[in-house]
């Protein structure tokens, strides 16, 4: 079962205490954080990305609504309300909360919020997994038949054929594509996704909506926060990913058996 990692968000130390002590209690649970403001919690949820956080809404400065707004946050990790205010129940769940503890709370009435986050999130991961396991099928699938092996570039008047294994990664370029073979660029009439659907499997990693990587040109990858990546090629170059391809780069890392 997954270890759900915990944030808790609240502006009362008391109040953080008592939750992060229960927490301790819970099996199967950490509690990676605590937060006594809003933009503390904006900051480790987008930096540690927890799968649940038990956030009071009244805080100096952001407001719980006001943290869940931030674009930064997408997707949202799974919230439990805690607050002193009934007031603020409906337009909790309209964010779609799993639950609205409300204070003063006791342990059973925590448990139960709790159990209810656990189903809810055993129910995503298992949608994840599913989706995993199609991704593999299709990755499968096509390594069964031969990728794109050569590509035609013009240079100097002349049609030349060079390995795609040869390029270290691919950049669009408006209606062309740039090559990047060590210290030699060429421009190829195609787009960069015509390229991406023709080349195995595997092969190259889509980074950016301008960049394909070569997989073997690939040293090492850094995580700059905020889900972006620098990639450190062999050929010392760094590339930047964008945070639209985050799940590329997880799914390259796991391959690898690394931390994403």
Excluded: W
Aim: net charge negative.
């Amino acid at each position: 079962m997954k270890v759900i990692r915990a944030l808790v968000v609240d502006d009362e130390p008391l109040a953080r205490a008592r939750i992060v002590k229960l927490l301790e209690q819970a099996e199967g649970v950490i509690c990676i954080g605590e937060c006594k403001n809003g933009r503390e919690a904006l900051r480790q949820m987008r930096d540690y990305q927890p799968d649940l956080v038990f956030l009071d809404i009244e805080m100096p400065d952001l407001n719980g609504f006001d943290v869940l707004q931030q674009e930064a946050l997408k997707p949202l990790p799974f919230i439990i309300f805690v607050t002193a205010y009934d007031q603020y129940a409906l337009k909790a769940f309209d964010v779609h909360a799993v639950d609205y503890l409300l204070k003063p709370y006791d342990d059973d009435r925590f448990e139960q919020a709790l159990a209810h986050a656990r189903e809810q999130i055993q129910t995503r991961e298992n949608a994840e997994l599913h989706q995993k396991m199609v991704h593999m099928l299709k990755q499968h699938e096509a390594q069964q038949t031969p990728g794109l092996q050569f590509l035609e570039v013009k240079d100097k008047g002349r049609t030349l054929e060079i390995n795609v294994l040869d390029v270290q990664y691919f950049e669009a370029d408006g209606n062309y594509l740039i090559a990047h073979t060590g210290s030699r660029r060429h421009l190829i009439r195609q787009t960069l996704q015509s390229v991406a659907d023709a080349l195995l499997a595997g092969q190259f990693l889509r980074i950016h909506r301008s960049l394909l990587v070569n997989t073997n040109a690939i040293e090492r990858v850094q995580y700059d926060g905020n889900n972006q990546y620098t990639l450190h090629l062999h050929s010392g170059q760094a590339l930047a990913s964008s945070r639209g391809y985050k799940t590329e780069i997880h799914q390259y890392l796991e391959a690898r058996g690394e931390d994403a």
